[in-house]
């Protein structure tokens, strides 16, 4: 079993994943499973970050920017979303 995204690990889309912006919003598809995933704001936020190799703690110094956030909250959050996109293969991490 691989394992989960941490603070230290560095992230980055899967290159197989088409994502488009409709009205703000990001909507990723797999070509792989022909599943539509929708973002929301911030996980579209998210998803424009890890365009390339990125860490986790630079995402999260990143939303703590733009947003009213704390840090702790923040990455806690941070590594839900991209745990779970992770399992959904939408993204890669870096070994």
């Not at 994943?17 to 499973?33: E, F, H, K, P, Y």
């Amino acid at each position: 079993m691989r394992e989960g995204i941490k603070a230290d690990s560095i992230v980055r889309r899967n290159q197989e994943i088409v994502s488009a912006d409709l009205d703000g919003d990001t909507v990723v598809m797999s070509i792989s499973t022909e599943k539509y995933y929708h973002l929301g704001p911030t996980g579209g936020a998210i998803w424009s970050l890890i365009e390339k190799p990125v860490t986790v703690r630079a995402i999260v110094k990143s939303l703590t920017d733009q947003y009213e956030v704390g840090e702790e909250r923040c990455l806690q959050e941070t590594l839900t979303f991209l745990n779970e996109i992770y399992d959904q293969g939408l993204v890669e991490q870096e070994v």
